[in-house]
């Protein structure tokens, strides 16, 4: 534990640091925060801190740097997220009133927002179709062989794809069958629609066994989504003004893991929590973003986790702001789903 003046000190540091980007000496302290102390008995105070991990010298001048033990200290124990602004709120109203008319342009349009609000470069972990609930399928025909199947969920989720119609079904049997699993299994959860629980509607669906065995087979095609996970991304330009990444193959790597939408997707499936996530530097798992932190949050829809908002950024990124972005989209991001559900 560090005592008052260290604390102060410490803090003091890192919001210039972030600030300003440039290390901080003792002088520079002493002139701008007013603690009530002098230069040399704030240099003694650094040197501690730099001495417990606190503070980095990143080269042979007077000025420091916070370190990751720094940074954990400041998010864990110094810094009060300040409440969003009226003024942000209204922006984000305004932008999803505004830009977004589909299920898919409300998360383009949420990386968009999270990265002009935090200039860093953000992501969205869409929900999954296994994590929805089923609300109704509809086969479209598009000829005598081939159909479009089109699955609808609680989220608004819209999935369609062109499947082969087996052999012994027609348009009229499958209009059938759709009629009885949206009437019998709407409002069950898209992964607990299994063989068995269609077997147990299987008379409502289909009597003959051979042609059910079909109808199944037919279902379980339609309504097993692509496991792949869906990555929005923004910002990334955002990401070239900042200066600690004005090193070219640096930002190459950065640029790079940005295309791996399964490394992504990894970097943002985290614990079911209530709160907003920050990992800083060697916290991350990935080499790549060891000179990043990344702050995230889940959200969710009726009580359930869906999916993942994220900002990333480096390891000197404006915390408070971010966090308090992070923390309304969480509770928002929700309700803005349910009001653009396809209906």
């Not at 003091?12 to 009530?36: Q, V």
Request: net charge negative.
């Amino acid at each position: 534990m560090l005592d008052e003046r260290k604390r102060q000190i410490l803090q003091a540091i890192i919001d210039d640091y972030i600030s300003t980007a440039e290390p901080i000496g003792s002088r520079t302290i002493a002139r701008k925060y007013n603690l009530g102390i002098s230069p040399a008995t704030i240099r003694n105070e650094m040197a501690d801190l730099e001495f417990l991990g606190y503070l980095e010298q990143p080269h042979t001048s007077a000025g420091r740097i916070p370190s990751v033990k720094g940074y954990r200290f400041y998010v864990d124990c110094l810094l009060a997220p300040p409440q969003i602004s009226d003024s942000d709120i209204a922006l984000i109203d305004n932008w999803y009133y505004t830009r977004a008319r589909r299920i898919e342009e409300v998360f383009q349009e949420t990386v968009k927002i999270l990265s002009r609000m935090t200039q860093n470069v953000s992501m969205v972990l869409a929900p999954q179709m296994s994590q929805c609930t089923f609300r109704y399928l509809q086969f479209l025909p598009l000829d005598e062989r081939r159909s479009i199947v089109v699955i609808v969920t609680d989220t608004g989720l819209l999935d369609n794809k062109i499947i082969e119609i087996p052999e012994g079904l027609h348009h009229e049997d499958l209009s059938r069958v759709a009629n009885v699993i949206n009437s019998r299994l709407g409002g069950l959860a898209v992964d607990r629609i299994t063989t068995p629980v269609l077997k147990a509607i299987q008379n409502d669906i289909m009597p003959d066994p051979q042609i059910f065995e079909q109808a199944v087979t037919l279902l379980k095609q339609a309504l097993t989504a692509d496991k792949n996970d869906k990555v929005y991304l923004g910002g990334t330009t955002q990401m070239l003004n900042q200066p600690e990444f004005r090193d070219v193959d640096k930002v190459k790597g950065l640029l790079t893991m940005f295309e791996e939408d399964t490394l992504l997707s990894d970097i943002l499936h985290m614990p079911n929590s209530d709160g907003v996530i920050v990992t800083i530097g060697q916290e991350n798992k990935y080499t790549g973003i060891h000179d990043c932190s990344v702050v995230q949050a889940t959200y969710r829809i009726d009580g359930q986790v869906v999916g993942t908002v994220a900002v990333l950024g480096p390891t000197r990124m404006e915390y408070g702001k971010t966090m308090s972005v992070l923390k309304f989209m969480q509770r928002h991001l929700g309700e803005i789903l349910k009001k653009y559900k396809v209906l």
